[in-house]
Nanobody, 130 residues
Framework: QGQLVDSGGGSVQSGGSLRLSCAASGYTANSYCMGWFRQAPGKEREGVAVIDSDGRTSYADSVKGRFTISQGNAKNTLYLQMNSLKPEDTAMYYC????????????????????????WGNGTLVTITS
C-alpha cells in the first residue's frame, strides 16, 4: 500500500522561507503526476505546484516565481521550496500522487482534478504571520 508523508511546515514571518518534504513509499511508478495542494481555512483545496515523471513542472499563478517543486535523486521524495512567503500562503499543505498518469489522459497541471490522485499525504500546516 502506497503512502505519502508530508513534513516541514511551520510558522514564519512574511517574506520568510520554508521547505516542505513529502516521502513516498510502498509503490513503484514509472509514470506519475505528483504535486502540492493547499487548503486555507474556509476555502477549497487548490493545486499549487506539480511535476510529472518527465520532469515537467507547472505552478499556480499565485506562487510562480516564489515556489519551486523538485524531487530527490531517488525520486521518492518530493520537495516544495517556498520563498517570499505571504500571509495568504497560510494553509494546510498536502502532497499527492497519481501513479498511473499518462500524458494521453491529461496534462499534469495544478488544476488537475484532485479525484485523479491515488495517494495523499497527511498534510503539514504552514502559517505566515505579518
Amino acid at each position: 500500500q502506497g503512502q505519502l508523508v508530508d513534513s516541514g511546515g511551520g510558522s514564519v514571518q512574511s517574506g520568510g522561507s520554508l521547505r516542505l518534504s513529502c516521502a513516498a513509499s510502498g509503490y513503484t511508478a514509472n509514470s506519475y503526476c505528483m504535486g502540492w495542494f493547499r487548503q486555507a481555512p474556509g476555502k477549497e483545496r487548490e493545486g499549487v505546484a506539480v511535476i510529472d515523471s518527465d520532469g515537467r513542472t507547472s505552478y499556480a499563478d499565485s506562487v510562480k516565481g516564489r515556489f519551486t517543486i523538485s524531487q530527490g535523486n531517488a525520486k521518492n521524495t518530493l520537495y516544495l521550496q517556498m520563498n517570499s512567503l505571504k500571509p495568504e500562503d497560510t494553509a494546510m499543505y498536502y502532497c499527492a500522487a497519481d501513479v498511473q498518469w499518462s500524458r494521453l489522459h491529461y496534462l499534469c497541471r495544478p488544476s488537475v482534478s484532485q479525484e485523479r490522485m491515488d495517494y495523499w499525504g497527511n498534510g503539514t500546516l504552514v502559517t505566515i504571520t505579518s
